[in-house]
């Protein structure tokens, strides 16, 4: 199966205060269609800068990002893209925040919402079309902004620690209802997370990355049959792998210094 996003040697350095820093060292990753793949890593190796140059939000200071076969390398809008924080405009309502990427894209205001309607329902957000971002949970907003993600109506999504400032209850829904998107909407999803049980337990593939200056060390393939239920946590070959991912992440150095902040 031909690659959906490949990497080809990318890297980037920065300058700071007149000094180079190297945030990310040549990485080479390929993603099959449909595959669901985290990036684990400590603080300050490249992960979001990686993400922010697949986004074309950063341009590479080396390097290809090749999306269905073609170099998107510093060009945006071809792949969508959630941070941690959900970004909702407080000023506009749910059903408007979530279809704020189709206005963009020029589609007019009656038929976005009719094409977020169905979604909200069918997605848990039936009765919330009208309220505001400040009178939801931060569970329910981030479900506002991943279906604005969706509505983006891109093949591939970028997930950067979506979940990383939720309770350990609300993440745990929050997981279960981001696989049930990813089987709907069968889209190609690339996940940021610094929690180990998050990404086995979402992923098809983990991405280990090292201390900075940030490399990318090893890929490893989850064989946990799906669908999986929380449960599969306390399963043997759950518990293998983790103490795998654990030992590699405490392999080296941690990345420290002002410079983490690039990440």
């Given at each position: 199966?031909?690659?959906?996003v490949?990497?080809?040697?990318?890297?980037?350095?920065?300058i700071?205060?007149?000094?180079?820093?190297?945030?990310?060292q040549?990485?080479?990753?390929?993603?099959?269609?449909?595959r669901?793949?985290?990036?684990?890593?400590?603080?300050?190796?490249?992960?979001?800068?990686?993400?922010n140059?697949?986004a074309?939000?950063?341009?590479?200071?080396?390097?290809?990002?090749?999306?269905?076969?073609?170099?998107?390398a510093?060009?945006?809008?071809?792949?969508?893209y959630?941070?941690q924080?959900?970004?909702?405009f407080?000023?506009?309502n749910?059903?408007?925040?979530?279809?704020?990427?189709?206005?963009?894209?020029?589609v007019?205001?009656r038929d976005s919402?009719?094409?977020?309607?169905?979604?909200?329902?069918?997605?848990?957000?039936?009765g919330?079309?009208?309220?505001y971002?400040?009178?939801l949970?931060?569970?329910?907003?981030?479900?506002?902004?991943?279906?604005?993600?969706?509505l983006?109506?891109?093949?591939?999504?970028?997930?950067?620690?979506?979940?990383?400032?939720?309770?350990?209850?609300?993440?745990?829904?929050?997981?279960?209802?981001?696989?049930?998107?990813?089987?709907?909407?069968?889209?190609?999803?690339?996940?940021?997370?610094?929690?180990?049980?998050?990404a086995?337990?979402?992923?098809?593939?983990?991405?280990?990355?090292?201390?900075?200056?940030?490399?990318?060390?090893?890929?490893?393939?989850?064989?946990?049959?799906?669908?999986?239920?929380?449960?599969?946590?306390?399963?043997?070959?759950?518990?293998?792998?983790?103490?795998?991912?654990?030992?590699?992440?405490?392999?080296?150095?941690?990345a420290?210094t002002?410079?983490?902040?690039?990440?």
């Open positions: 199966m031909s690659a959906k490949e990497v080809r040697g990318v890297c980037k350095t920065f700071t205060k007149g000094k180079k820093f190297v945030a990310l040549e990485t080479d990753l390929s993603i099959e269609e449909g669901f793949v985290s990036l684990i890593g400590p603080s300050g190796c490249g992960k979001s800068t990686l993400f140059i697949i074309g939000l950063t341009p590479p200071t080396g390097g290809q990002v090749l999306v269905d076969g073609a170099d998107i510093g060009k945006a809008g071809h792949v969508g959630m941070l924080k959900d970004m909702l407080p000023w506009r749910i059903v408007d925040n979530i279809i704020l990427g189709l206005e963009v894209s020029g007019p205001h919402v009719a094409r977020a309607l169905p979604l909200m329902e069918r997605y848990g957000l039936k919330f079309e009208r309220h971002p400040n009178e949970s931060g569970g329910m907003r981030q479900r506002a902004a991943l279906l604005r993600t969706l983006y109506d891109r093949d591939t999504i970028l997930l950067d620690e979506p979940f990383g400032a939720l309770d350990a209850q609300t993440k745990l829904s929050m997981q279960k209802w981001l696989l049930t998107i990813w089987r709907d909407f069968k889209k190609t999803i690339m996940f940021v997370t610094h929690d180990i049980d998050e086995i337990y979402l992923s098809d593939d983990i991405y280990v990355f090292s201390p900075r200056p940030g490399r990318l060390t090893t890929k490893i393939s989850v064989n946990i049959p799906r669908p999986r239920e929380p449960k599969v946590v306390t399963t043997p070959e759950f518990i293998v792998l983790k103490n795998q991912l654990m030992e590699m992440l405490h392999v080296g150095a941690p420290e002002e410079e983490e902040a690039v990440e």
